[in-house]
């Protein structure tokens, strides 16, 4: 057997104390304060330690509540041995004892609450306690989502992710214990201004305690780093924040992730062959959206192409650009598309001006041709 150099001390000074114990038990006591200084680190790390565990599980200990399936046993005695639900009023129905309320215990604390009700009948009852099968977790889920709301999360969950207008979705399955990302793409998944440095899980301890856990999908995905994907437990609040500046490169990134819709839907009118709602890839650029409808016909104005887009806080911007097939990578004439954009192909000029002469003549062209043709009688 090895040991440390520490134990090696520790036995030296268990054999002074021996030694003096025989030689003269009153010089003997003078040693006790020396070995009970010697160990006082060690107990001060170890009693730190074991509140650091009790602190982490009592951050993520499961509470139990009504729907959730608990199997109890005593050892080594017969007839105890259930599996009982958790009825809505938060007790379960044990053999002999009748009704115990768990809700919101944790499994250790309904295993201690448990025992002390059984220790009126049995003397030294050893309990073991189990969770055969969990309830749906409600969680609510604000901020830059497309679906904000309160959720009801299961362990074989099939989500969707919409684009803002909720047209286009995509399905996603999931097994296990729901996550961040479970609960995160079962609102939708984020929109095109969500802040993925700063997700944040509001929890609640006790009646009066909460912890906050936040969580940084932003260098998963553009960096590719590992990070967290925290488990949900019933009655979290997540909130994601919204992104104050972010580049073009990187919301491209973000949207090909399984955290945003898969597709927008933008509107096309004017000088296009087939005008109306398009479905295009989210991020797509403006180009996408016109070649998705046909493209400019010859009676499009091409250096006066209007975006439309309403912003977040309710406002309405109205950008023109020159656009150019030729230049579709410049971002300046080419921007990227959000879900709802309207783009606006106006007409050319000389389109204007030959449409409003049809309109002026328009009126007396019947007039017109039946002079014309009288014209043509008179002089047959």
Known sequence: MFYNKKNLIFMKLNRIFSFFCKKNFQKSLAII????????????????????????????????????VIFMNITNVNGFETNVKIIPDGTVILPRIGAVNIWGLSLKEAQEKITNEYTKIINRPLIYLNLISSRPIKISIFGQVQRPGIYSLT????????????????????????????????????NNVADLKNITIKRKLNEKDYITLNTNYWDAIINGNIVDNPLIYDGDNIFVALASDI?????????????????????????????????????SPLSQAILSSGGITRRGKRNNVELIRMNPNGSISVDSFNFKYQQNSDLEINPPLIDGDIIVINRSNWTKFNDGFKDIVQPVGPMLNAATIYKLLNEI
Not at 35 to 64: G, Q
Not at 166 to 182: A, F, K, Q, Y
Request: hydrophobic content about 35%; aromatic content about 6%; cysteine-free.
């Open 33 to 68: 304060p020396l070995i009970f200084i010697f160990n006082l680190p060690s107990l001060s790390i170890r009693k730190a330690i074991a509140t650091s565990n009790e602190l982490k599980i009592e951050k993520f200990a499961y509470k139990l509540g009504p729907g959730d």
């Open 155 to 190: 362990t074989n969950e099939n989500s969707k992710l919409f684009n803002s207008d909720g047209g286009e979705s995509l399905e996603i399955s999931s097994n296990g214990w729901p996550t961040l990302i479970d609960a995160i793409q079962k609102a939708g998944g984020i």
């Open 247 to 283: 580049e073009i490169e990187d919301s491209l990134k973000i949207s090909s992730s399984n955290l945003a819709s898969p597709t927008i839907t933008v509107n096309v009118i004017g000088e296009v062959p087939n005008p109306g709602p398009q479905k295009i890839k989210t991020n």
